[in-house]
């Protein structure tokens, strides 16, 4: 069980290393657009990503 979370662990970081990595001005305005979200435009976000991974991870199992 471990093992699965680090794996996954280890994948997000990666994958989230890639766009900062690739285009760091993009990264930073995207980031400055985040920050003018208001609370409720971020938790619906956070709500929608962890469905998406929800059924995703439910689908590949």
């Known amino acids: 069980m471990w093992h699965d979370l680090l794996v996954a662990l280890a994948l997000m970081l990666v994958i989230e290393g890639i766009f900062p990595f690739a285009n760091p001005s993009a990264m930073r305005r995207a980031l400055t657009e985040f920050a003018l ?17 929800v059924v995703l991870l439910y689908v590949v199992r």
Do not use: P
């Open 37 to 53: 979200i208001n609370d409720r435009g971020l938790r619906l976000t956070g709500l929608a990503s962890m469905v998406v991974g």
